[in-house]
């Protein structure tokens, strides 16, 4: 089948390299001509792994082409996925639809025979019929199904979602469709990869509550790890125990220092206004916004605090930098609020991220950028694992205290346990589980 991807970023990429590799024919489209340009060479504008191999597989095999001839991609296409940005527009919170209705506009004129549109970028309820109504504003001849078919991907394990995914879901209201949509996705349905067909509506809202969801079992967990560190449990123990239930599932309770992401904070706010623009407020999402966004300023002074009062002149060494590990995005990553925290406390940060110190460079200032864990620790008061990157999982603790100023590690991700740092001489702090002074305390109480 021959399919048009408009948008060569994140998930147009992925969606239209994992498709070619599928075997369909695919072009990608993207107004930027530098970025054509660079993909034509080979040379793929984010870290995704995997995906310089795919590219450059389905590439080399003509199956996968790179373009910013709009006109010719779209009117040979039988499918054409819309996946450009939906950031969140400045001031409201609202996604920026502007990108999205751009290219229904671009593209109407290309339609000369029948075409499925499929709306792939992560839309509002409702974007679906605007889509439609603005191509067939633009071109009153086009015979077209417009159909939403949210993505479902993780930044750092994108091509593995999108070819086993746990669903497909597509979102008609022309039957015509149904049969274009599963040729497109048929080599997963022999995988037995359920595809779940609804209304647009209610397939634009799944993309939406599915990541609305995440986000709050995600803020659950991280409360009942504060309650932990109060009454003295442990929440990587409280997660086995909720997780192994499987009405609740074990995935997504990983306590941390809040999620980031260039997909979370930006769906739930978005969701949230859409409810409350149609009267109808979803204040547990509304909540979970708020307990995140407190969440990441508050890991700054718990790092202050197991310094000491006053971090005025110390030095602090990150270790991670991006929203979590495998990517190079820094967007709404907790590292930004810690690295801002703790400057505002007078305190000079260090760090090192395997990937992201160049992105990190571009939203944070003053940090001094280190090449490996080691030198980011020399002379530093207190090391801090922020993201959670294979690198840091076994790191040399002898060499660090001998490096460091202050044997202190603080360990947002739960990587390490007390007992085994502490046999280094290090006083560890994490997240949720028990500290060396409620333990005593609780343990004198219990005498
Ligand atoms: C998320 C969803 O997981 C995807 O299904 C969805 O397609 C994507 O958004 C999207 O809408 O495009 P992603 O943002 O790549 O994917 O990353 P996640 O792996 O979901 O992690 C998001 C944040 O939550 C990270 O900051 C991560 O550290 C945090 N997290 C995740 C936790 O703190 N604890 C957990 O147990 C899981």
């Avoid at 039957?175 to 359920?194: C, H, I, Q, S, W």
């Avoid at 967990?221 to 932990?228: K, P, Q, R, S, T």
Wanted: hydrophobic share 45%; charged share 25%.
């Amino acid at each position: 089948m021959r399919i048009a991807v408009i948008g060569s970023g994140y998930v147009g990429l992925v969606s239209g390299a994992c498709l070619a590799d599928f075997g369909h024919e695919v072009t990608c489209v993207d107004s930027d001509d530098a970025k054509i340009a660079a993909l034509k060479r080979g040379s793929i504008p984010i870290y995704e792994p995997g995906l310089d191999q795919l590219v450059a597989k389905n590439a080399a095999a003509g199956r996968l082409l790179f373009t910013n001839g709009l006109d010719a991609a779209v009117s040979s296409a039988e499918a054409v996925f819309i996946a450009v940005g939906t950031p969140s527009r400045r001031g409201d919170g609202h996604a920026d639809l502007s990108y999205v209705y751009a290219v229904a506009r671009d593209i109407a004129p290309s339609i000369r025979r029948f075409t499925v549109v499929i709306t792939k970028s992560t839309v509002p309820v409702g974007t679906g019929d605007e889509v439609e109504r603005i191509i067939r504003e633009a071109n009153p001849d086009a015979d077209v199904a417009v159909v939403s078919n949210p993505e479902f991907l993780r930044e750092g394990a994108a091509i593995e979602d999108f070819k086993r995914p746990d669903r497909i879901v597509i979102g008609i209201e022309d039957e015509r469709a149904r049969a274009v949509m599963t040729e497109v996705y048929r080599p997963l349905y022999l995988n037995k990869a359920p595809l779940i067909f609804t209304a647009r509506r209610t397939s634009e809202l799944i993309k939406y509550a599915a990541n609305a969801f995440l986000a709050m079992k995600i803020t659950f967990i991280n409360e009942i790890a504060d309650l932990c560190e109060a009454v003295g449990s442990n929440v990587q123990d409280v997660a086995h125990g909720i997780g192994l239930d499987k009405r609740i599932g074990g995935k997504f309770l990983h306590a941390g220092p809040g999620y980031g992401g260039s997909c979370f904070p930006k769906d739930t706010l978005a969701l949230v206004k859409t409810a409350q623009d149609y009267g109808s407020p979803l204040r547990l999402i509304e909540t979970t916004v708020a307990i995140n966004d407190q969440r990441k300023r508050a890991m700054a002074r718990k790092v202050s605090r197991a310094i000491g009062a006053d971090i005025r002149g110390k030095t602090v060494a990150l270790l991670g930098l991006t929203f979590k590990p495998n990517t190079d995005d820094m967007r709404d990553s907790p590292a930004i609020s810690i690295v801002q925290g703790l400057q505002d406390g007078g305190a000079l940060v260090t760090a090192f991220d395997p990937e992201g110190m160049e992105a990190a460079k571009a939203c944070l200032s003053d940090v001094i950028y280190a090449p490996d864990p080691y030198t980011a620790a020399e002379g530093a008061d207190a090391l801090v694992l922020v993201t959670e990157w294979d690198a840091f999982r076994a790191l040399d603790f002898p060499r660090l205290k001998s490096l460091m100023g202050n044997p202190l590690f603080v360990d947002l991700r739960n990587v390490y346990r007390r007992d085994l740092i502490a046999r280094h001489g290090f006083r560890y702090v994490s997240i949720g589980r028990p500290t060396e002074d409620i333990a005593v305390a609780l343990s004198s109480a219990a005498e």
